[in-house]
């Protein structure tokens, strides 16, 4: 039996580069396959979704979903570790990793398909992906093709001519606090990658990749666009730093845009629980209205499992008194 596992993906999913970013920290023998024509029928063996990441084991079943990817993996290879020993930073490692899938995506999805010059640079991208080889004249129905159709539903993730300017300002604040954050710090937690820098360096190096957004990185964020290069590939550099230095250091940006995630997610979780076809709330002052669905019914889920999560927490005044601080506690505590 071969000891390879194989990862189905796309160079465009930061999900799927998540989980490769994973196993190439981990060291854990693996095989990168494109998900295109070339690798179609063998993908559909091991996929339930038609998603990727899809990782086919050596036991030859097929796991899907990057987040329970890499807790699967982190059971079976616990060396190094992406957990902080400390309880209250493993914590912390969780709710940025779900903020990167979550909030971050919005941040990347948004930029990717709002604007045309962005629409048509990601179209040809994917289209070069799914057709290797093929020229660009012969790529161009099928890049219409995308472009339309992805275009079409960035409503998915909230993006609308309310939500545009909140997530707009959400991810140029986001970037603006990293950026304090990395200036002592390789990574999220210190010397060496954690669950949360996985979740969130995958967004935003999606994100550098397409014009808009990959300029305001570029213009502004220099030390958040080693960061995210560096998790393309990493490896650790030391240890992780004690909570009370992470802590201080992490609190405005727990303040932003995270809180601005958990007060999105908790109204989102509260629209599907009364069966409400549309959400409203307010994020950091600004009205955010979209329909309830589809992907959204799984935020709720990752919702419940991010307060099972914290709940699991050892007692922690520390902990709770920095959520609360930054207004993320009320959203985490509720059932």
């Known amino acids: 039996m071969s000891e390879i596992y194989r990862i189905f993906g796309s160079e465009m999913s930061p999900y799927s580069v998540k989980a490769r970013s994973y196993f190439r920290y981990k060291q854990i023998p693996h095989e990168w396959l494109l998900r295109n024509g070339e690798q179609l029928e063998e993908y559909k063996k091991y996929a339930r979704l038609p998603i990727v990441p899809t990782v086919a084991t050596p036991e030859d079943e097929g796991l899907q979903d990057s ?8 059971e079976k290879f616990p060396g190094p570790s992406i957990y902080p020993d400390d309880p209250d930073l493993r914590f912390l490692s969780q709710l940025l990793e779900e903020f990167g899938d979550e909030w971050g995506n919005k941040w990347m999805f948004h930029y990717r398909w709002k604007r045309e010059v962005d629409q048509v640079a990601t179209a040809k991208r994917l289209v070069a992906e799914m057709m290797p080889g093929a020229t660009e004249e012969q790529m161009a129905p099928m890049v219409n093709q995308v472009q339309e159709r992805m275009s079409g539903r960035i409503g998915v993730v909230g993006s609308n001519e309310t939500t545009s300017p909140v997530i707009e300002r959400s991810f140029k604040e986001g970037i603006g606090l990293l950026e304090e954050h990395l200036a002592h710090r390789p990574y999220l937690f210190g010397g060496r990658p954690s669950f949360g820098d996985f979740g969130l360096a995958a967004q935003i190096n999606a994100a550098s990749t397409d014009p808009t957004a990959g300029g305001i990185l570029r213009e502004s964020a220099p030390l958040v666009s080693a960061w995210h290069e560096r998790m393309l590939d990493p490896s ?5 730093e004690p909570a009370e230095v992470i802590c201080e250091s992490l609190e405005p940006f727990l303040n932003g845009p995270v809180r601005h995630f958990l007060t999105w997610s908790a109204a989102n979780a509260e629209a599907i629980a009364q069966g409400s076809e549309e959400m409203q709330t307010e994020v950091d002052g600004q009205p955010w209205v979209q329909s309830v669905g589809g992907p959204q019914k799984y935020h709720a889920k990752s919702l419940k499992e991010l307060r099972r999560k914290f709940g699991s927490v050892p007692d922690s005044p520390a ?5 609360d601080r930054t207004g993320c506690l009320r959203w985490l505590s509720e059932a």
């Open 236 to 240: 650790a550099e030391g240890a992780f």
């Open 67 to 74: 987040t329970p990817i890499m807790e699967a993996m982190e």
């Open 319 to 323: 902990l709770t008194n920095l959520l």
